[in-house]
Nanobody, 115 residues
């Protein structure tokens, strides 16, 4: 059984920072891509950033220059450092892992940015 456990969400003022973590455990095997998505109230889930097993990163335009994704392959953990947060970053953030030709999702962690 595979589990993704997220942490690090919370309430922060605009301009502040948060660091999200997501640890994968269980019989997940070799992990390919790890990433983060988010879903704001009343909106569809959207992609934020991904990092491949080789360390290549990609970001949505909304995240470029402010967010940094990284991973620790020895711990099967992915991180999202979020700086210069804006109220429009408020959403539930979901961790995603692609491994063994399957998608796995975390339970989500709430990020709220006050103006």
């Amino acid at each position: 059984q595979v589990q993704l456990v997220e942490s690090g969400g919370g309430l922060v003022q605009a301009g502040g920072s948060l660091r999200l973590s997501c640890a994968a455990s269980g019989s997940i095997g070799s992990i390919d891509t790890m990433g983060w998505y988010r879903q704001a109230p009343g909106k569809q889930r959207e992609w934020v950033a991904t990092v491949t097993s080789g360390g290549t990163t990609n970001y949505a335009d909304s995240a470029k220059g402010r967010f940094t994704i990284s991973r620790d392959n020895t711990e099967n953990t992915v991180y999202l450092q979020m700086n210069s947060l804006k109220p429009e970053d408020t959403a539930v953030y979901y961790c995603n892992v692609f491994a063994q030709w399957r998608d796995y999702w975390g339970q989500g962690t709430q990020v709220t940015v006050s103006s």
